[in-house]
């Protein structure tokens, strides 16, 4: 049960299902899977099969009738096929639970239905029509890995596209109901193994129960193995046996056995949360806590985005290392979840645009690794594809084409990766967007001390008041280490600037937002923003002419024709003449962001200080966090497509929910990755 990073868990393109289509006996069409020779569901009413056989097996409308816990019911199913299971599953929910509780849906599909197919499958239930238009609509690409979809304000999704036990065996989080699908184990024997059965037992919550059509030995066989009891209960239509059951104590999670200190804190309720610094990582914890129904005090010594969030425009975008590792897994997760959070969030897309990202290779170097990254995931086209100078330079120009610059030394023009659906967002807007949240209260004030009482937390601030709450989450970039319990934590000030041009009208638009060096996303509101210089360790904010300089020459090494173009229109392009924007963003030594609950640094010293000795004598101890308090820091240049996850990720935790990612992507986010790796090295 080791959570290996393996290569079936590398975020590469999976293969859609392939499907015909056959009409049932009321002459409605259903898929049916080429692969496996077999049925998505019942050619009879397959809305009743699963009403029998995965709802009511499960007792899930009297479980939910009666859930009344403050964390979400949560389902685990073994092959999303349609959705099917899920849009009902979601119906029962709504008709049965009370007002204030949630349903979490986690499901495993190895061949995802590509869009178009899902719509005509979920066509022919009409009364679910709101449901699956919902769920097509957020349908994310095929990629291994997991995709949150928030389908309803009660009701979230995470599809672990992948296989199904490695798919569970990587899973953060524990279900109370299963749904055993997949096709029948004589068609699909690959899928109904004992590592299925035992990664369902060690993710079950106690008195977990299970449902499923068959009653094939192998299962009967493994369910037992794996510690479920089963019983026989009647089958739907023809088939006269079915089984149901449940695990009254599931095994131990010893996924952490060799890395006690990322054991995650028991839950502690959540009813008020002050969030700490209202840029992009704390306004998107608190709409990610007020969404699950938790009142937040969002606080900042300055209004909604005024740090490194307070851009008129950023790009949504990531660069990501040529091999696949922890740190690009996670950006890349990020990227997928930034992009359907905010087409959530926003579908009219005042607050972004998806107007795609290239990349371009401003080297051979540079083209070089852009080669060995796409080898290396094998990601859709509809998420990154390489192309040449030529279709870069009209992607660039909307159409028409728009000089590049030259790769140095070869003299050819940049190609690049182009992203079709990343793009640009108003992260100063969204910030403002985000504070205004119903449950999100924002208050003007600078946290100066933070105390733990045996009620909570009271947030001390700079006027002598003070705020009290159960849980606090630290989100203020540079300053996020400035408290006792977090100064352990290294984080590096960097600094940015970025400019911008007042545009007359007909000058050329760009299509793209275009990175090299820097980026350029198209103008808004006829202001062209480009940037941003990097310089690590300065943290003041001036506006610097050196910097608007390097910004302009970085601008015209990567669109020359652009650059050209402003000119021949008369736009004036001295650095003096530039207005912009300069602000402090946070770095961590590994860079990646800080996510998750804050170590006690004191009692880690002390707990694992015999690491540093023998980093082999690991003691069973459970890390020690300061209870109830939260970081999500150090989100660099990246925030727009690290923050919104990180989010996610705290969120779940406080709200005892499945994570949004795999078990050793929340352990890389681990805010105390460095303390221990310092104990260990003897710092
Ligand atoms: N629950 C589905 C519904 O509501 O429409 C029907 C599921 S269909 C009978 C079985 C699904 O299991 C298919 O979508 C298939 O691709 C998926 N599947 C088969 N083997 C799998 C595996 N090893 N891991 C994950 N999914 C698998």
Not at 108 to 114: A, F, G, K, N, S
Not at 159 to 181: I, K, P, Q, T
Not at 214 to 230: H, S
Not at 509 to 533: I, N, S
Request: charged share 20%; proline share 7%; with cysteine.
């Amino acid at each position: 049960m080791a959570a290996s990073a393996d290569a079936s868990s590398l975020p590469t393109a999976l293969s859609h299902a392939q499907l015909d289509w056959r009409r049932d006996d009321a002459e409605l069409e259903t898929p049916h899977s080429r692969h496996f020779d077999d049925v998505y569901f019942s050619r009879h009413d397959g809305r009743a099969e699963t009403e029998h056989v995965f709802l009511a097996a499960n007792d899930l409308p009297q479980r939910f009738a009666a859930w009344s816990c403050a964390r979400p019911f949560t389902i685990g199913e073994t092959g999303f096929g349609t959705g099917l299971n899920t849009l009902c599953a979601w119906a029962c929910f709504e008709r049965y639970a009370a007002p204030g509780a949630r349903l979490h849906l986690v499901s495993t599909e190895r061949y995802p239905l590509t869009r178009d197919d899902l719509a005509r499958a979920l066509a022919v239930w009409p009364d679910l029509g709101d449901k699956a238009k919902q769920l097509v609509a957020r349908w994310p690409e095929a990629v291994a890995g997991v995709h949150r979809l928030v389908l309803a304000e009660r009701v979230t999704l995470d599809l672990h596209f992948g296989d199904s036990a490695e798919r569970l065996a990587h899973l953060d989080g524990r279900v109370d109901a299963w749904f055993l699908d997949g096709f029948a184990p004589a068609k699909n024997p690959d899928m109904w193994q004992p590592a299925l059965f035992e990664a369902m037992a060690h993710a079950s919550h106690p008195g977990a129960t299970f449902a499923t059509f068959t009653c094939a030995g192998v299962v009967k066989r493994g369910l037992r193995a794996a510690g479920f009891n089963w019983r026989k209960v009647p089958g739907f239509g023809r088939k006269r046996e079915m089984l149901a059951g449940d695990i009254a104590s599931p095994p131990a999670d010893i996924r952490r056995q060799a890395t006690p200190w990322f054991q995650p804190p028991v839950p502690l309720p959540a009813r008020h949360v002050a969030v700490i610094g209202a840029g992009l990582a704390g306004a998107s914890v608190a709409h990610a806590l007020a969404r699950r129904g938790v009142s937040v005090t969002l606080v900042d010594k300055d209004g909604p985005g005024s740090g490194g969030s307070g851009n008129r425009q950023g790009a949504l975008y990531v660069k990501l290392a040529a091999e696949a590792n922890l740190q690009s897994r996670f950006y890349l997760a990020g990227l997928l979840y930034s992009r359907r959070w905010l087409a959530e969030i926003d579908p009219e897309q005042q607050l972004w645009r998806d107007c795609g990202v290239l990349q371009l290779a401003s080297s051979p170097r540079e083209r070089q690794r852009q080669s060995r990254f796409l080898e290396h995931y094998g990601l859709p086209e509809t998420v990154v594809t390489r192309v040449n100078a030529d279709t870069a330079s009209r992607l660039a120009g909307r159409g028409d084409a728009m000089r590049l610059g030259l790769a140095a030394d070869d003299g050819t023009e940049m190609g690049g990766l182009d992203y079709p659906q990343a793009g640009w967002v108003r992260p100063a807007r969204l910030c403002e967007y985000l504070a205004a949240t119903p449950g999100v209260r924002f208050q003007e004030g600078e946290a100066v001390r933070l105390e733990r009482q045996d009620s909570g937390w009271q947030v001390h601030l700079a006027d002598g008041t003070t705020l009290e709450a159960d849980h606090v989450v630290i989100a203020t970039a540079a300053l996020a280490n400035r408290f006792t319990q977090t100064e352990t934590l290294p984080l590096q000030p960097i600094r940015g600037q970025v400019s911008m041009l007042d545009l007359p009208p007909g000058v050329p638009e760009l299509g793209r937002v275009v990175c090299a060096g820097g980026y350029a996303p198209p103008a808004l509101d006829g202001v062209q923003t480009f940037g941003a210089t990097f310089a690590p360790n300065t943290a003041d904010t001036d506006l610097r002419e050196a910097d608007h300089a390097a910004n302009l020459a970085e601008l015209e090494r990567t669109l020359p024709g652009y650059v050209e173009a402003l000119r021949q229109a008369g736009v004036s392009l001295d650095p003096a003449s530039l207005s912009g924007r300069a602000a402090v963003r946070a770095a961590s030594p590994d860079k990646t962001p800080y996510a998750g609950p804050v170590p006690d640094a004191q009692r880690w010293q002390a707990d694992y200080g015999v690491l540093s000795k023998d980093a082999k004598r690991i003691p069973e101890i459970p890390g020690e966090h300061h209870p109830g308090m939260w970081i999500s820091a150090a989100h660099g240049s990246r925030g727009l497509a690290s923050a919104p996850l990180c989010a996610e990720v705290i969120a779940s935790r406080i709200c005892d929910e499945p994570l949004p990612v795999e078990i050793e992507l929340a352990d890389h986010l681990h805010p105390g990755r460095r303390v221990i790796s310092d104990i260990i090295r003897g710092h």
